[in-house]
């Protein structure tokens, strides 16, 4: 079965520190592969997306992801946290062939001032 | 511009009465999605929408579950017979034109709550 998987529930970072947060796929062909992030009481906002070509993407917010074909990964990236980057953030690919996204079960940021 | 409205934002119901849950897409975007976030949980997809074309229902859970667009544009999801694990955040979202790599625009979610 295709899936999508966020193996930390929970990452604390200082401010000012890179931060990074997890996810990893298993979806047949050539994946597609976004970061959404949902802050408090707001609705899921998109920050980037792999499609094909450079395998580092960056996106809004002074995110960026990098896509690792061998790894099966496309973990999120920053190089320095902000108190206001505390949210719950969501990794997701439609399955190959179809509109189905599937999403992973999020991961909460804290990031300490 | 306005966004993705959905209402109401909060329903409490009791379990086996039916509900109705409204969505209303970005002008212009021919794609629309339901999904269902539990707590502790990820998205859960229910279905998708594109244009006048059949719909992919593929992610309802029930055949209490049903969802209409009208006019390709503002969706209604249905829930008959409410049960308690149904309970959850019902996001909607659309996008831009055909291609599946286009980003979503979530709507702010109704919160259903089932005694």
């Known amino acids: 079965a295709q899936s999508v998987a966020q193996p930390e529930d929970q990452v604390n970072v200082a401010e000012g520190n890179p931060l990074t947060v997890k996810c990893t796929y298993s979806v047949s062909g050539n994946p597609y592969l976004f970061w959404y992030v949902q802050y408090p009481n707001r609705g899921l906002q998109f920050l980037l997306k792999?499609?094909?070509?450079?395998?580092l993407v960056k996106g809004s917010y002074g995110f960026e992801a990098e896509f690792n074909k061998s790894q099966t990964s496309f973990h999120l990236k920053k190089p320095s946290a902000l108190v206001s980057d505390s949210a719950l953030y969501f990794c997701a690919a439609p399955t190959s062939g179809t509109y189905k996204y599937i999403f992973g079960t999020g991961t909460r940021l804290k990031v300490l001032a | 511009g306005a966004g993705v409205s959905q209402s109401p934002s909060n329903k409490v119901t009791e379990k086996g009465k039916d509900v109705e849950l409204r969505c209303d897409p970005i002008s212009g975007h021919t794609a629309l999605y339901w999904y269902r976030q539990s707590l502790g949980q990820g998205l859960e997809f229910l279905i998708y929408?594109?244009?006048?074309?059949?719909?992919?229902k593929s992610g309802l859970p029930s055949d209490r579950f049903s969802a209409e667009r009208t006019g390709g544009s503002v969706s209604t999801l249905t829930i008959q017979r409410t049960q308690q694990e149904d309970s959850a955040v019902y996001l909607c979202?659309?996008?831009?034109?055909?291609?599946?790599?286009?980003?979503?625009?979530f709507g702010p979610g109704t919160r259903l709550t089932v005694l």
């Open positions: 979202a659309s996008s831009s034109g055909r291609a599946v790599y286009n980003e979503q625009f």
């Open positions: 792999y499609i094909t070509g450079d395998n």
């Open positions: 929408f594109q244009g006048n074309s059949a719909p992919d």
